[in-house]
């Protein structure tokens, strides 16, 4: 796929990778339709995607609201006429042991915004792509393949989505539209160390550490657009992940170990 004066849009595009990725796009010379809540942070965004040569709107949406959802496909189509590529990269987090959890709502919540905003905008979005024949990327994670600790409602909501885009894939077969799912390892930015405690609440404790473990975000950026570019129907960034699948089948309980393992010392000291 050539991205020049391809119209790509992008939800959760105020920070991390949905950022970056924006940025990458614009250097391509990408119309950009861009979506999150923060609208200070969303419009420095755009700003840099102008600077970079991409044309670039930002419109603030809450994709945990099927109407916003609506309304930010809408507006994207009407400012470009287009919709080629569609990225459902919006997330949030959480990190704590399922028996210490006191507000069982953080699971709705999780859940909203990272499965059931996927589904809205896909829902939305997916007579354009039709047209366009498009690509439908969706940003999920390693805990979408295999469960993490201190993590259920994120890797429930990551297996969900994994299973709603190969299930779309198989549907839209001869359609013209592919789908894309990305499973990236740890990655530098915030959605680690800014995630929901037990208490359904942001996590004090997660915000005074910045977080400086995992792929720099420039390098996850660039392997999601090789990807658009290929047209790829799956992406698993890290080399253990991709062993982990393996592994997984044969030996499932050394899968948890390794895991469990990674997981400690990956937040050690936070």
């Known amino acids: 796929m050539e991205l020049r004066g391809k119209t790509v849009a992008i939800t959760g595009a105020s920070a991390g990778i949905g950022r970056e990725l924006a940025c990458q796009l614009a250097k391509r010379g990408a119309k950009l339709a861009l979506a999150a809540r923060n609208a200070e942070a969303l419009e420095a965004t755009r700003q840099e995607c102008v600077s970079l040569g991409g044309d670039a709107i930002g419109i ?53 915004v990272n499965l059931l905003g996927a589904v809205y905008c896909t829902h939305f979005a997916l007579p354009h792509l039709k047209r366009a024949n498009g690509l439908l990327v969706a940003v999920s994670s390693l805990q979408g393949k295999t469960g993490f600790p201190r993590s259920t ?43 929901l405690a ?31 570019e290929r047209r790829r129907r799956e992406l698993v960034m890290t080399a253990s992940g991709k062993l982990g699948q393996w592994i997984k089948l044969l030996a499932p309980g050394m899968t948890d170990r390794f895991v469990a393992g990674a997981v400690e010392r990956f937040y050690r000291d936070r």
């Open 60 to 112: 603030v949406t809450d994709v945990a609201q099927q109407e916003e959802c609506h309304r930010f496909v809408e507006e994207s189509v009407a400012r470009f006429g287009a919709i080629d590529v569609f990225v459902n990269n919006a997330g949030i987090s959480m990190f704590c042991r399922f028996d210490e959890v006191t507000d069982l709502g953080l699971f709705s919540r999780i859940l909203e």
């Open 153 to 195: 409602a994120y890797s429930a909501s990551k297996h969900a989505m994994q299973g709603f885009f190969d299930s779309l894939r198989i549907e839209l077969a001869g359609s013209g539209v592919d789908v894309l799912v990305v499973s990236p390892g740890p990655v530098a930015t915030s959605i680690h160390t800014r995630r």
């Open 198 to 228: 037990g208490d359904g609440k942001l996590s004090d404790e997660s915000l005074k550490h910045p977080n400086d473990r995992g792929m720099p975000v420039d390098e996850c950026a660039r392997q999601i657009v090789r990807a658009i």
